[in-house]
């Protein structure tokens, strides 16, 4: 593994039903990140955590939760899909907690919830 | 409520051409602006970014000018190549507060031979 994994690439899923959406890094950077990307919407932050153990919420946190037991994993889970999670789901890692630091990206999932 | 606002959405630039994409923001506690690249099918990755105590920085063919006091600051690439055919996103963040980043709408660049 070299950077960051997610698992799914893509997935169509019923709504109602419950999903995560896995994240893998192997730099041993302290920060990681979920967002969406959304057309003309950008990239928008659902959660984040600064070091293994602590979770912060972002900019569109609703209907999604996440978990940090160590360094290397941040799973993204959806309780109960709703069509207007339909997106294109990106974690990032950086190295510091604060700072300038570069985020990292992984290659995203595509979710589809019908 | 977008803090951070790009703009043209898309842009079609001859082979050669200059491409600007411009972004304006709301929040003056914004401290660090950085620029992504992303291309169809991969994540994000970032390109060039700036802090607001200089008002150009110049990598290569890329450049931010900065302007503090208009709360704006652009993208320009230089002697564009179709291989610059990629989506762009600016981005802004606050030093301490763990690094999060607020992103533009994006612009889909396609650079014509």
């Known amino acids: 593994i070299a950077g960051i994994t997610q698992a799914p690439t893509s997935q169509i899923l019923a709504a109602g039903r419950r999903m995560t959406l896995r994240c893998t890094q192997d730099?041993?950077?302290?920060?990681m990140y979920w967002y969406r990307q959304d057309l003309g919407l950008g990239l928008r932050l659902i959660h984040y955590?600064?070091?293994?153990?602590?979770?912060g919420k972002g900019e569109v946190p609703d209907g999604y939760s996440v978990s940090r037991a160590n360094t290397d994993d941040f799973p993204l889970t959806l309780a109960s899909a709703v069509p207007s999670q339909t997106s294109v789901y990106f974690c990032?890692?950086?190295?510091?907690?604060?700072?300038?630091?570069?985020?990292?990206f992984g290659p995203g999932t595509r979710l589809t919830v019908l | 409520q977008q803090q951070v606002k790009q703009s043209p959405q898309s842009l079609i630039v001859q082979k050669g051409g200059i491409s600007i994409i411009n972004c304006a923001y709301e929040n003056t506690a914004f401290d660090y602006f950085p620029w992504y690249q992303q291309f169809p099918g991969k994540g994000p990755a970032l390109l060039i970014a700036i802090r607001p105590d200089v008002s150009e920085k110049k990598e290569g063919r890329f450049t931010i000018s900065f302007n503090k006091s208009a709360k704006q600051f652009s993208l320009h690439i230089m002697d564009s190549q179709p291989g610059d055919s990629a989506s762009y996103f600016c981005?802004?963040?606050?030093?301490?507060?763990?690094?999060?980043?607020?992103f533009g709408q994006g612009t889909e660049l396609s650079v014509k031979p």
């Open positions: 981005a802004a963040s606050i030093y301490n507060q763990g690094g999060k980043l607020i």
């Open positions: 730099m041993r950077h302290n920060a």
């Open positions: 990032a890692s950086s190295p510091h907690r604060q700072g300038y630091n570069e985020q990292f």
């Open positions: 955590s600064n070091t293994a153990g602590t979770t």
